[in-house]
């Protein structure tokens, strides 16, 4: 037995922080949730805790992340290269390849018990893109999905196809974390520096790129308040 199902999202945007310091935070909200479900499950009285969800917002420095099936190879900088473009390397446990975060990235790690929604990977992995879609679209931009590579993509199918965002996650117990990474304001020199993804024939983009303008502090704040309209859409939740 469990609780009811829980909908609602908790809402935190945690500004520009470290890495590694807001992996940490997302691994603790995940084992709040956790340790929720493991109280469920032991109950004989009927008396349930409804498990919590979170949406965080977090923009990192300069830093390069390979998930757990990912291959090393990929990362084309060595140690004093990092150092000279003021990166940091670090082996996460999210599903994937190597990817980049930085400055002028939007990123959003959903921290949800899948059992609230539906208890489906692949679905949570589509509904993530979906959410994405949905919002460049408000940008003029057709967001699409490629056969076997995740995140949101442009011109699928065309010599010139390209990745605007990411996805990555890893679950436990049917609980989520990281999430995507929006290029807004990138700096895609950075992707040189990498193969992203593991993928060698596509490139990346950005919103920046894609509409030839830099978007502002307020543009991001409207960003953001699109990205969470879609998102309670999607996953028929509300976001406070």
């Known amino acids: 037995m469990t609780a009811t199902q829980n909908k609602i999202l908790q809402f935190e945007d945690l500004g520009l922080m470290d890495y590694q310091k807001a992996f940490d935070y997302q691994e603790n909200l995940m084992q709040s949730i956790i340790k929720q479900k493991l109280y469920n499950r032991d109950r004989t009285d009927g008396n349930f805790e409804e498990t919590s969800n979170f949406l965080l917002f977090v923009e990192h420095p300069h830093v390069y992340t390979l998930g757990k099936s990912g291959d090393e190879h990929n990362m084309l900088a060595n140690a004093d290269k990092l150092k000279e473009i003021d990166a940091t390397f670090v082996k996460t446990n999210r599903g ?5 975060h930085g400055f002028g990235q939007l ?12 208890s489906d990977i692949h679905l949570y992995m ?6 994405i ?3 460049i679209a408000e940008y003029g931009l057709k967001g699409e999905r490629s056969e076997g590579e995740t995140g949101v993509w442009l011109d699928v199918g065309k010599p ?5 965002c990411a996805l990555g996650v890893k679950t436990s117990k049917w609980v989520t974390m ?3 990474a929006l ?14 993804c593991g993928i060698k024939d596509k490139g990346v983009t950005s919103l920046k790129a894609e509409r030839e303008k830099e978007f502002s502090a307020q543009e991001i704040v409207e960003l953001k308040n699109k990205i969470k309209k879609h998102f309670e859409e999607v996953f028929e939740a509300e976001i406070l």
Do not use: M
Not at 107 to 118: M, Q
Not at 160 to 164: E, G, L, N, T, V
């Open 160 to 164: 010139y196809a390209r990745k605007i």
């Open 126 to 131: 589509r509904n993530l893109e979906e959410v």
């Open 107 to 118: 990123v959003g790690y959903p921290i949800l018990d899948l059992d609230n929604f539906k």
């Open 183 to 196: 290029n807004v304001n990138t700096n895609l020199k950075y992707f040189d520096y990498i193969i992203a």
């Open 178 to 180: 990281h999430g995507f």
């Open 96 to 100: 994937g390849d190597i990817t980049y």
């Open 133 to 135: 879609i949905r919002t």
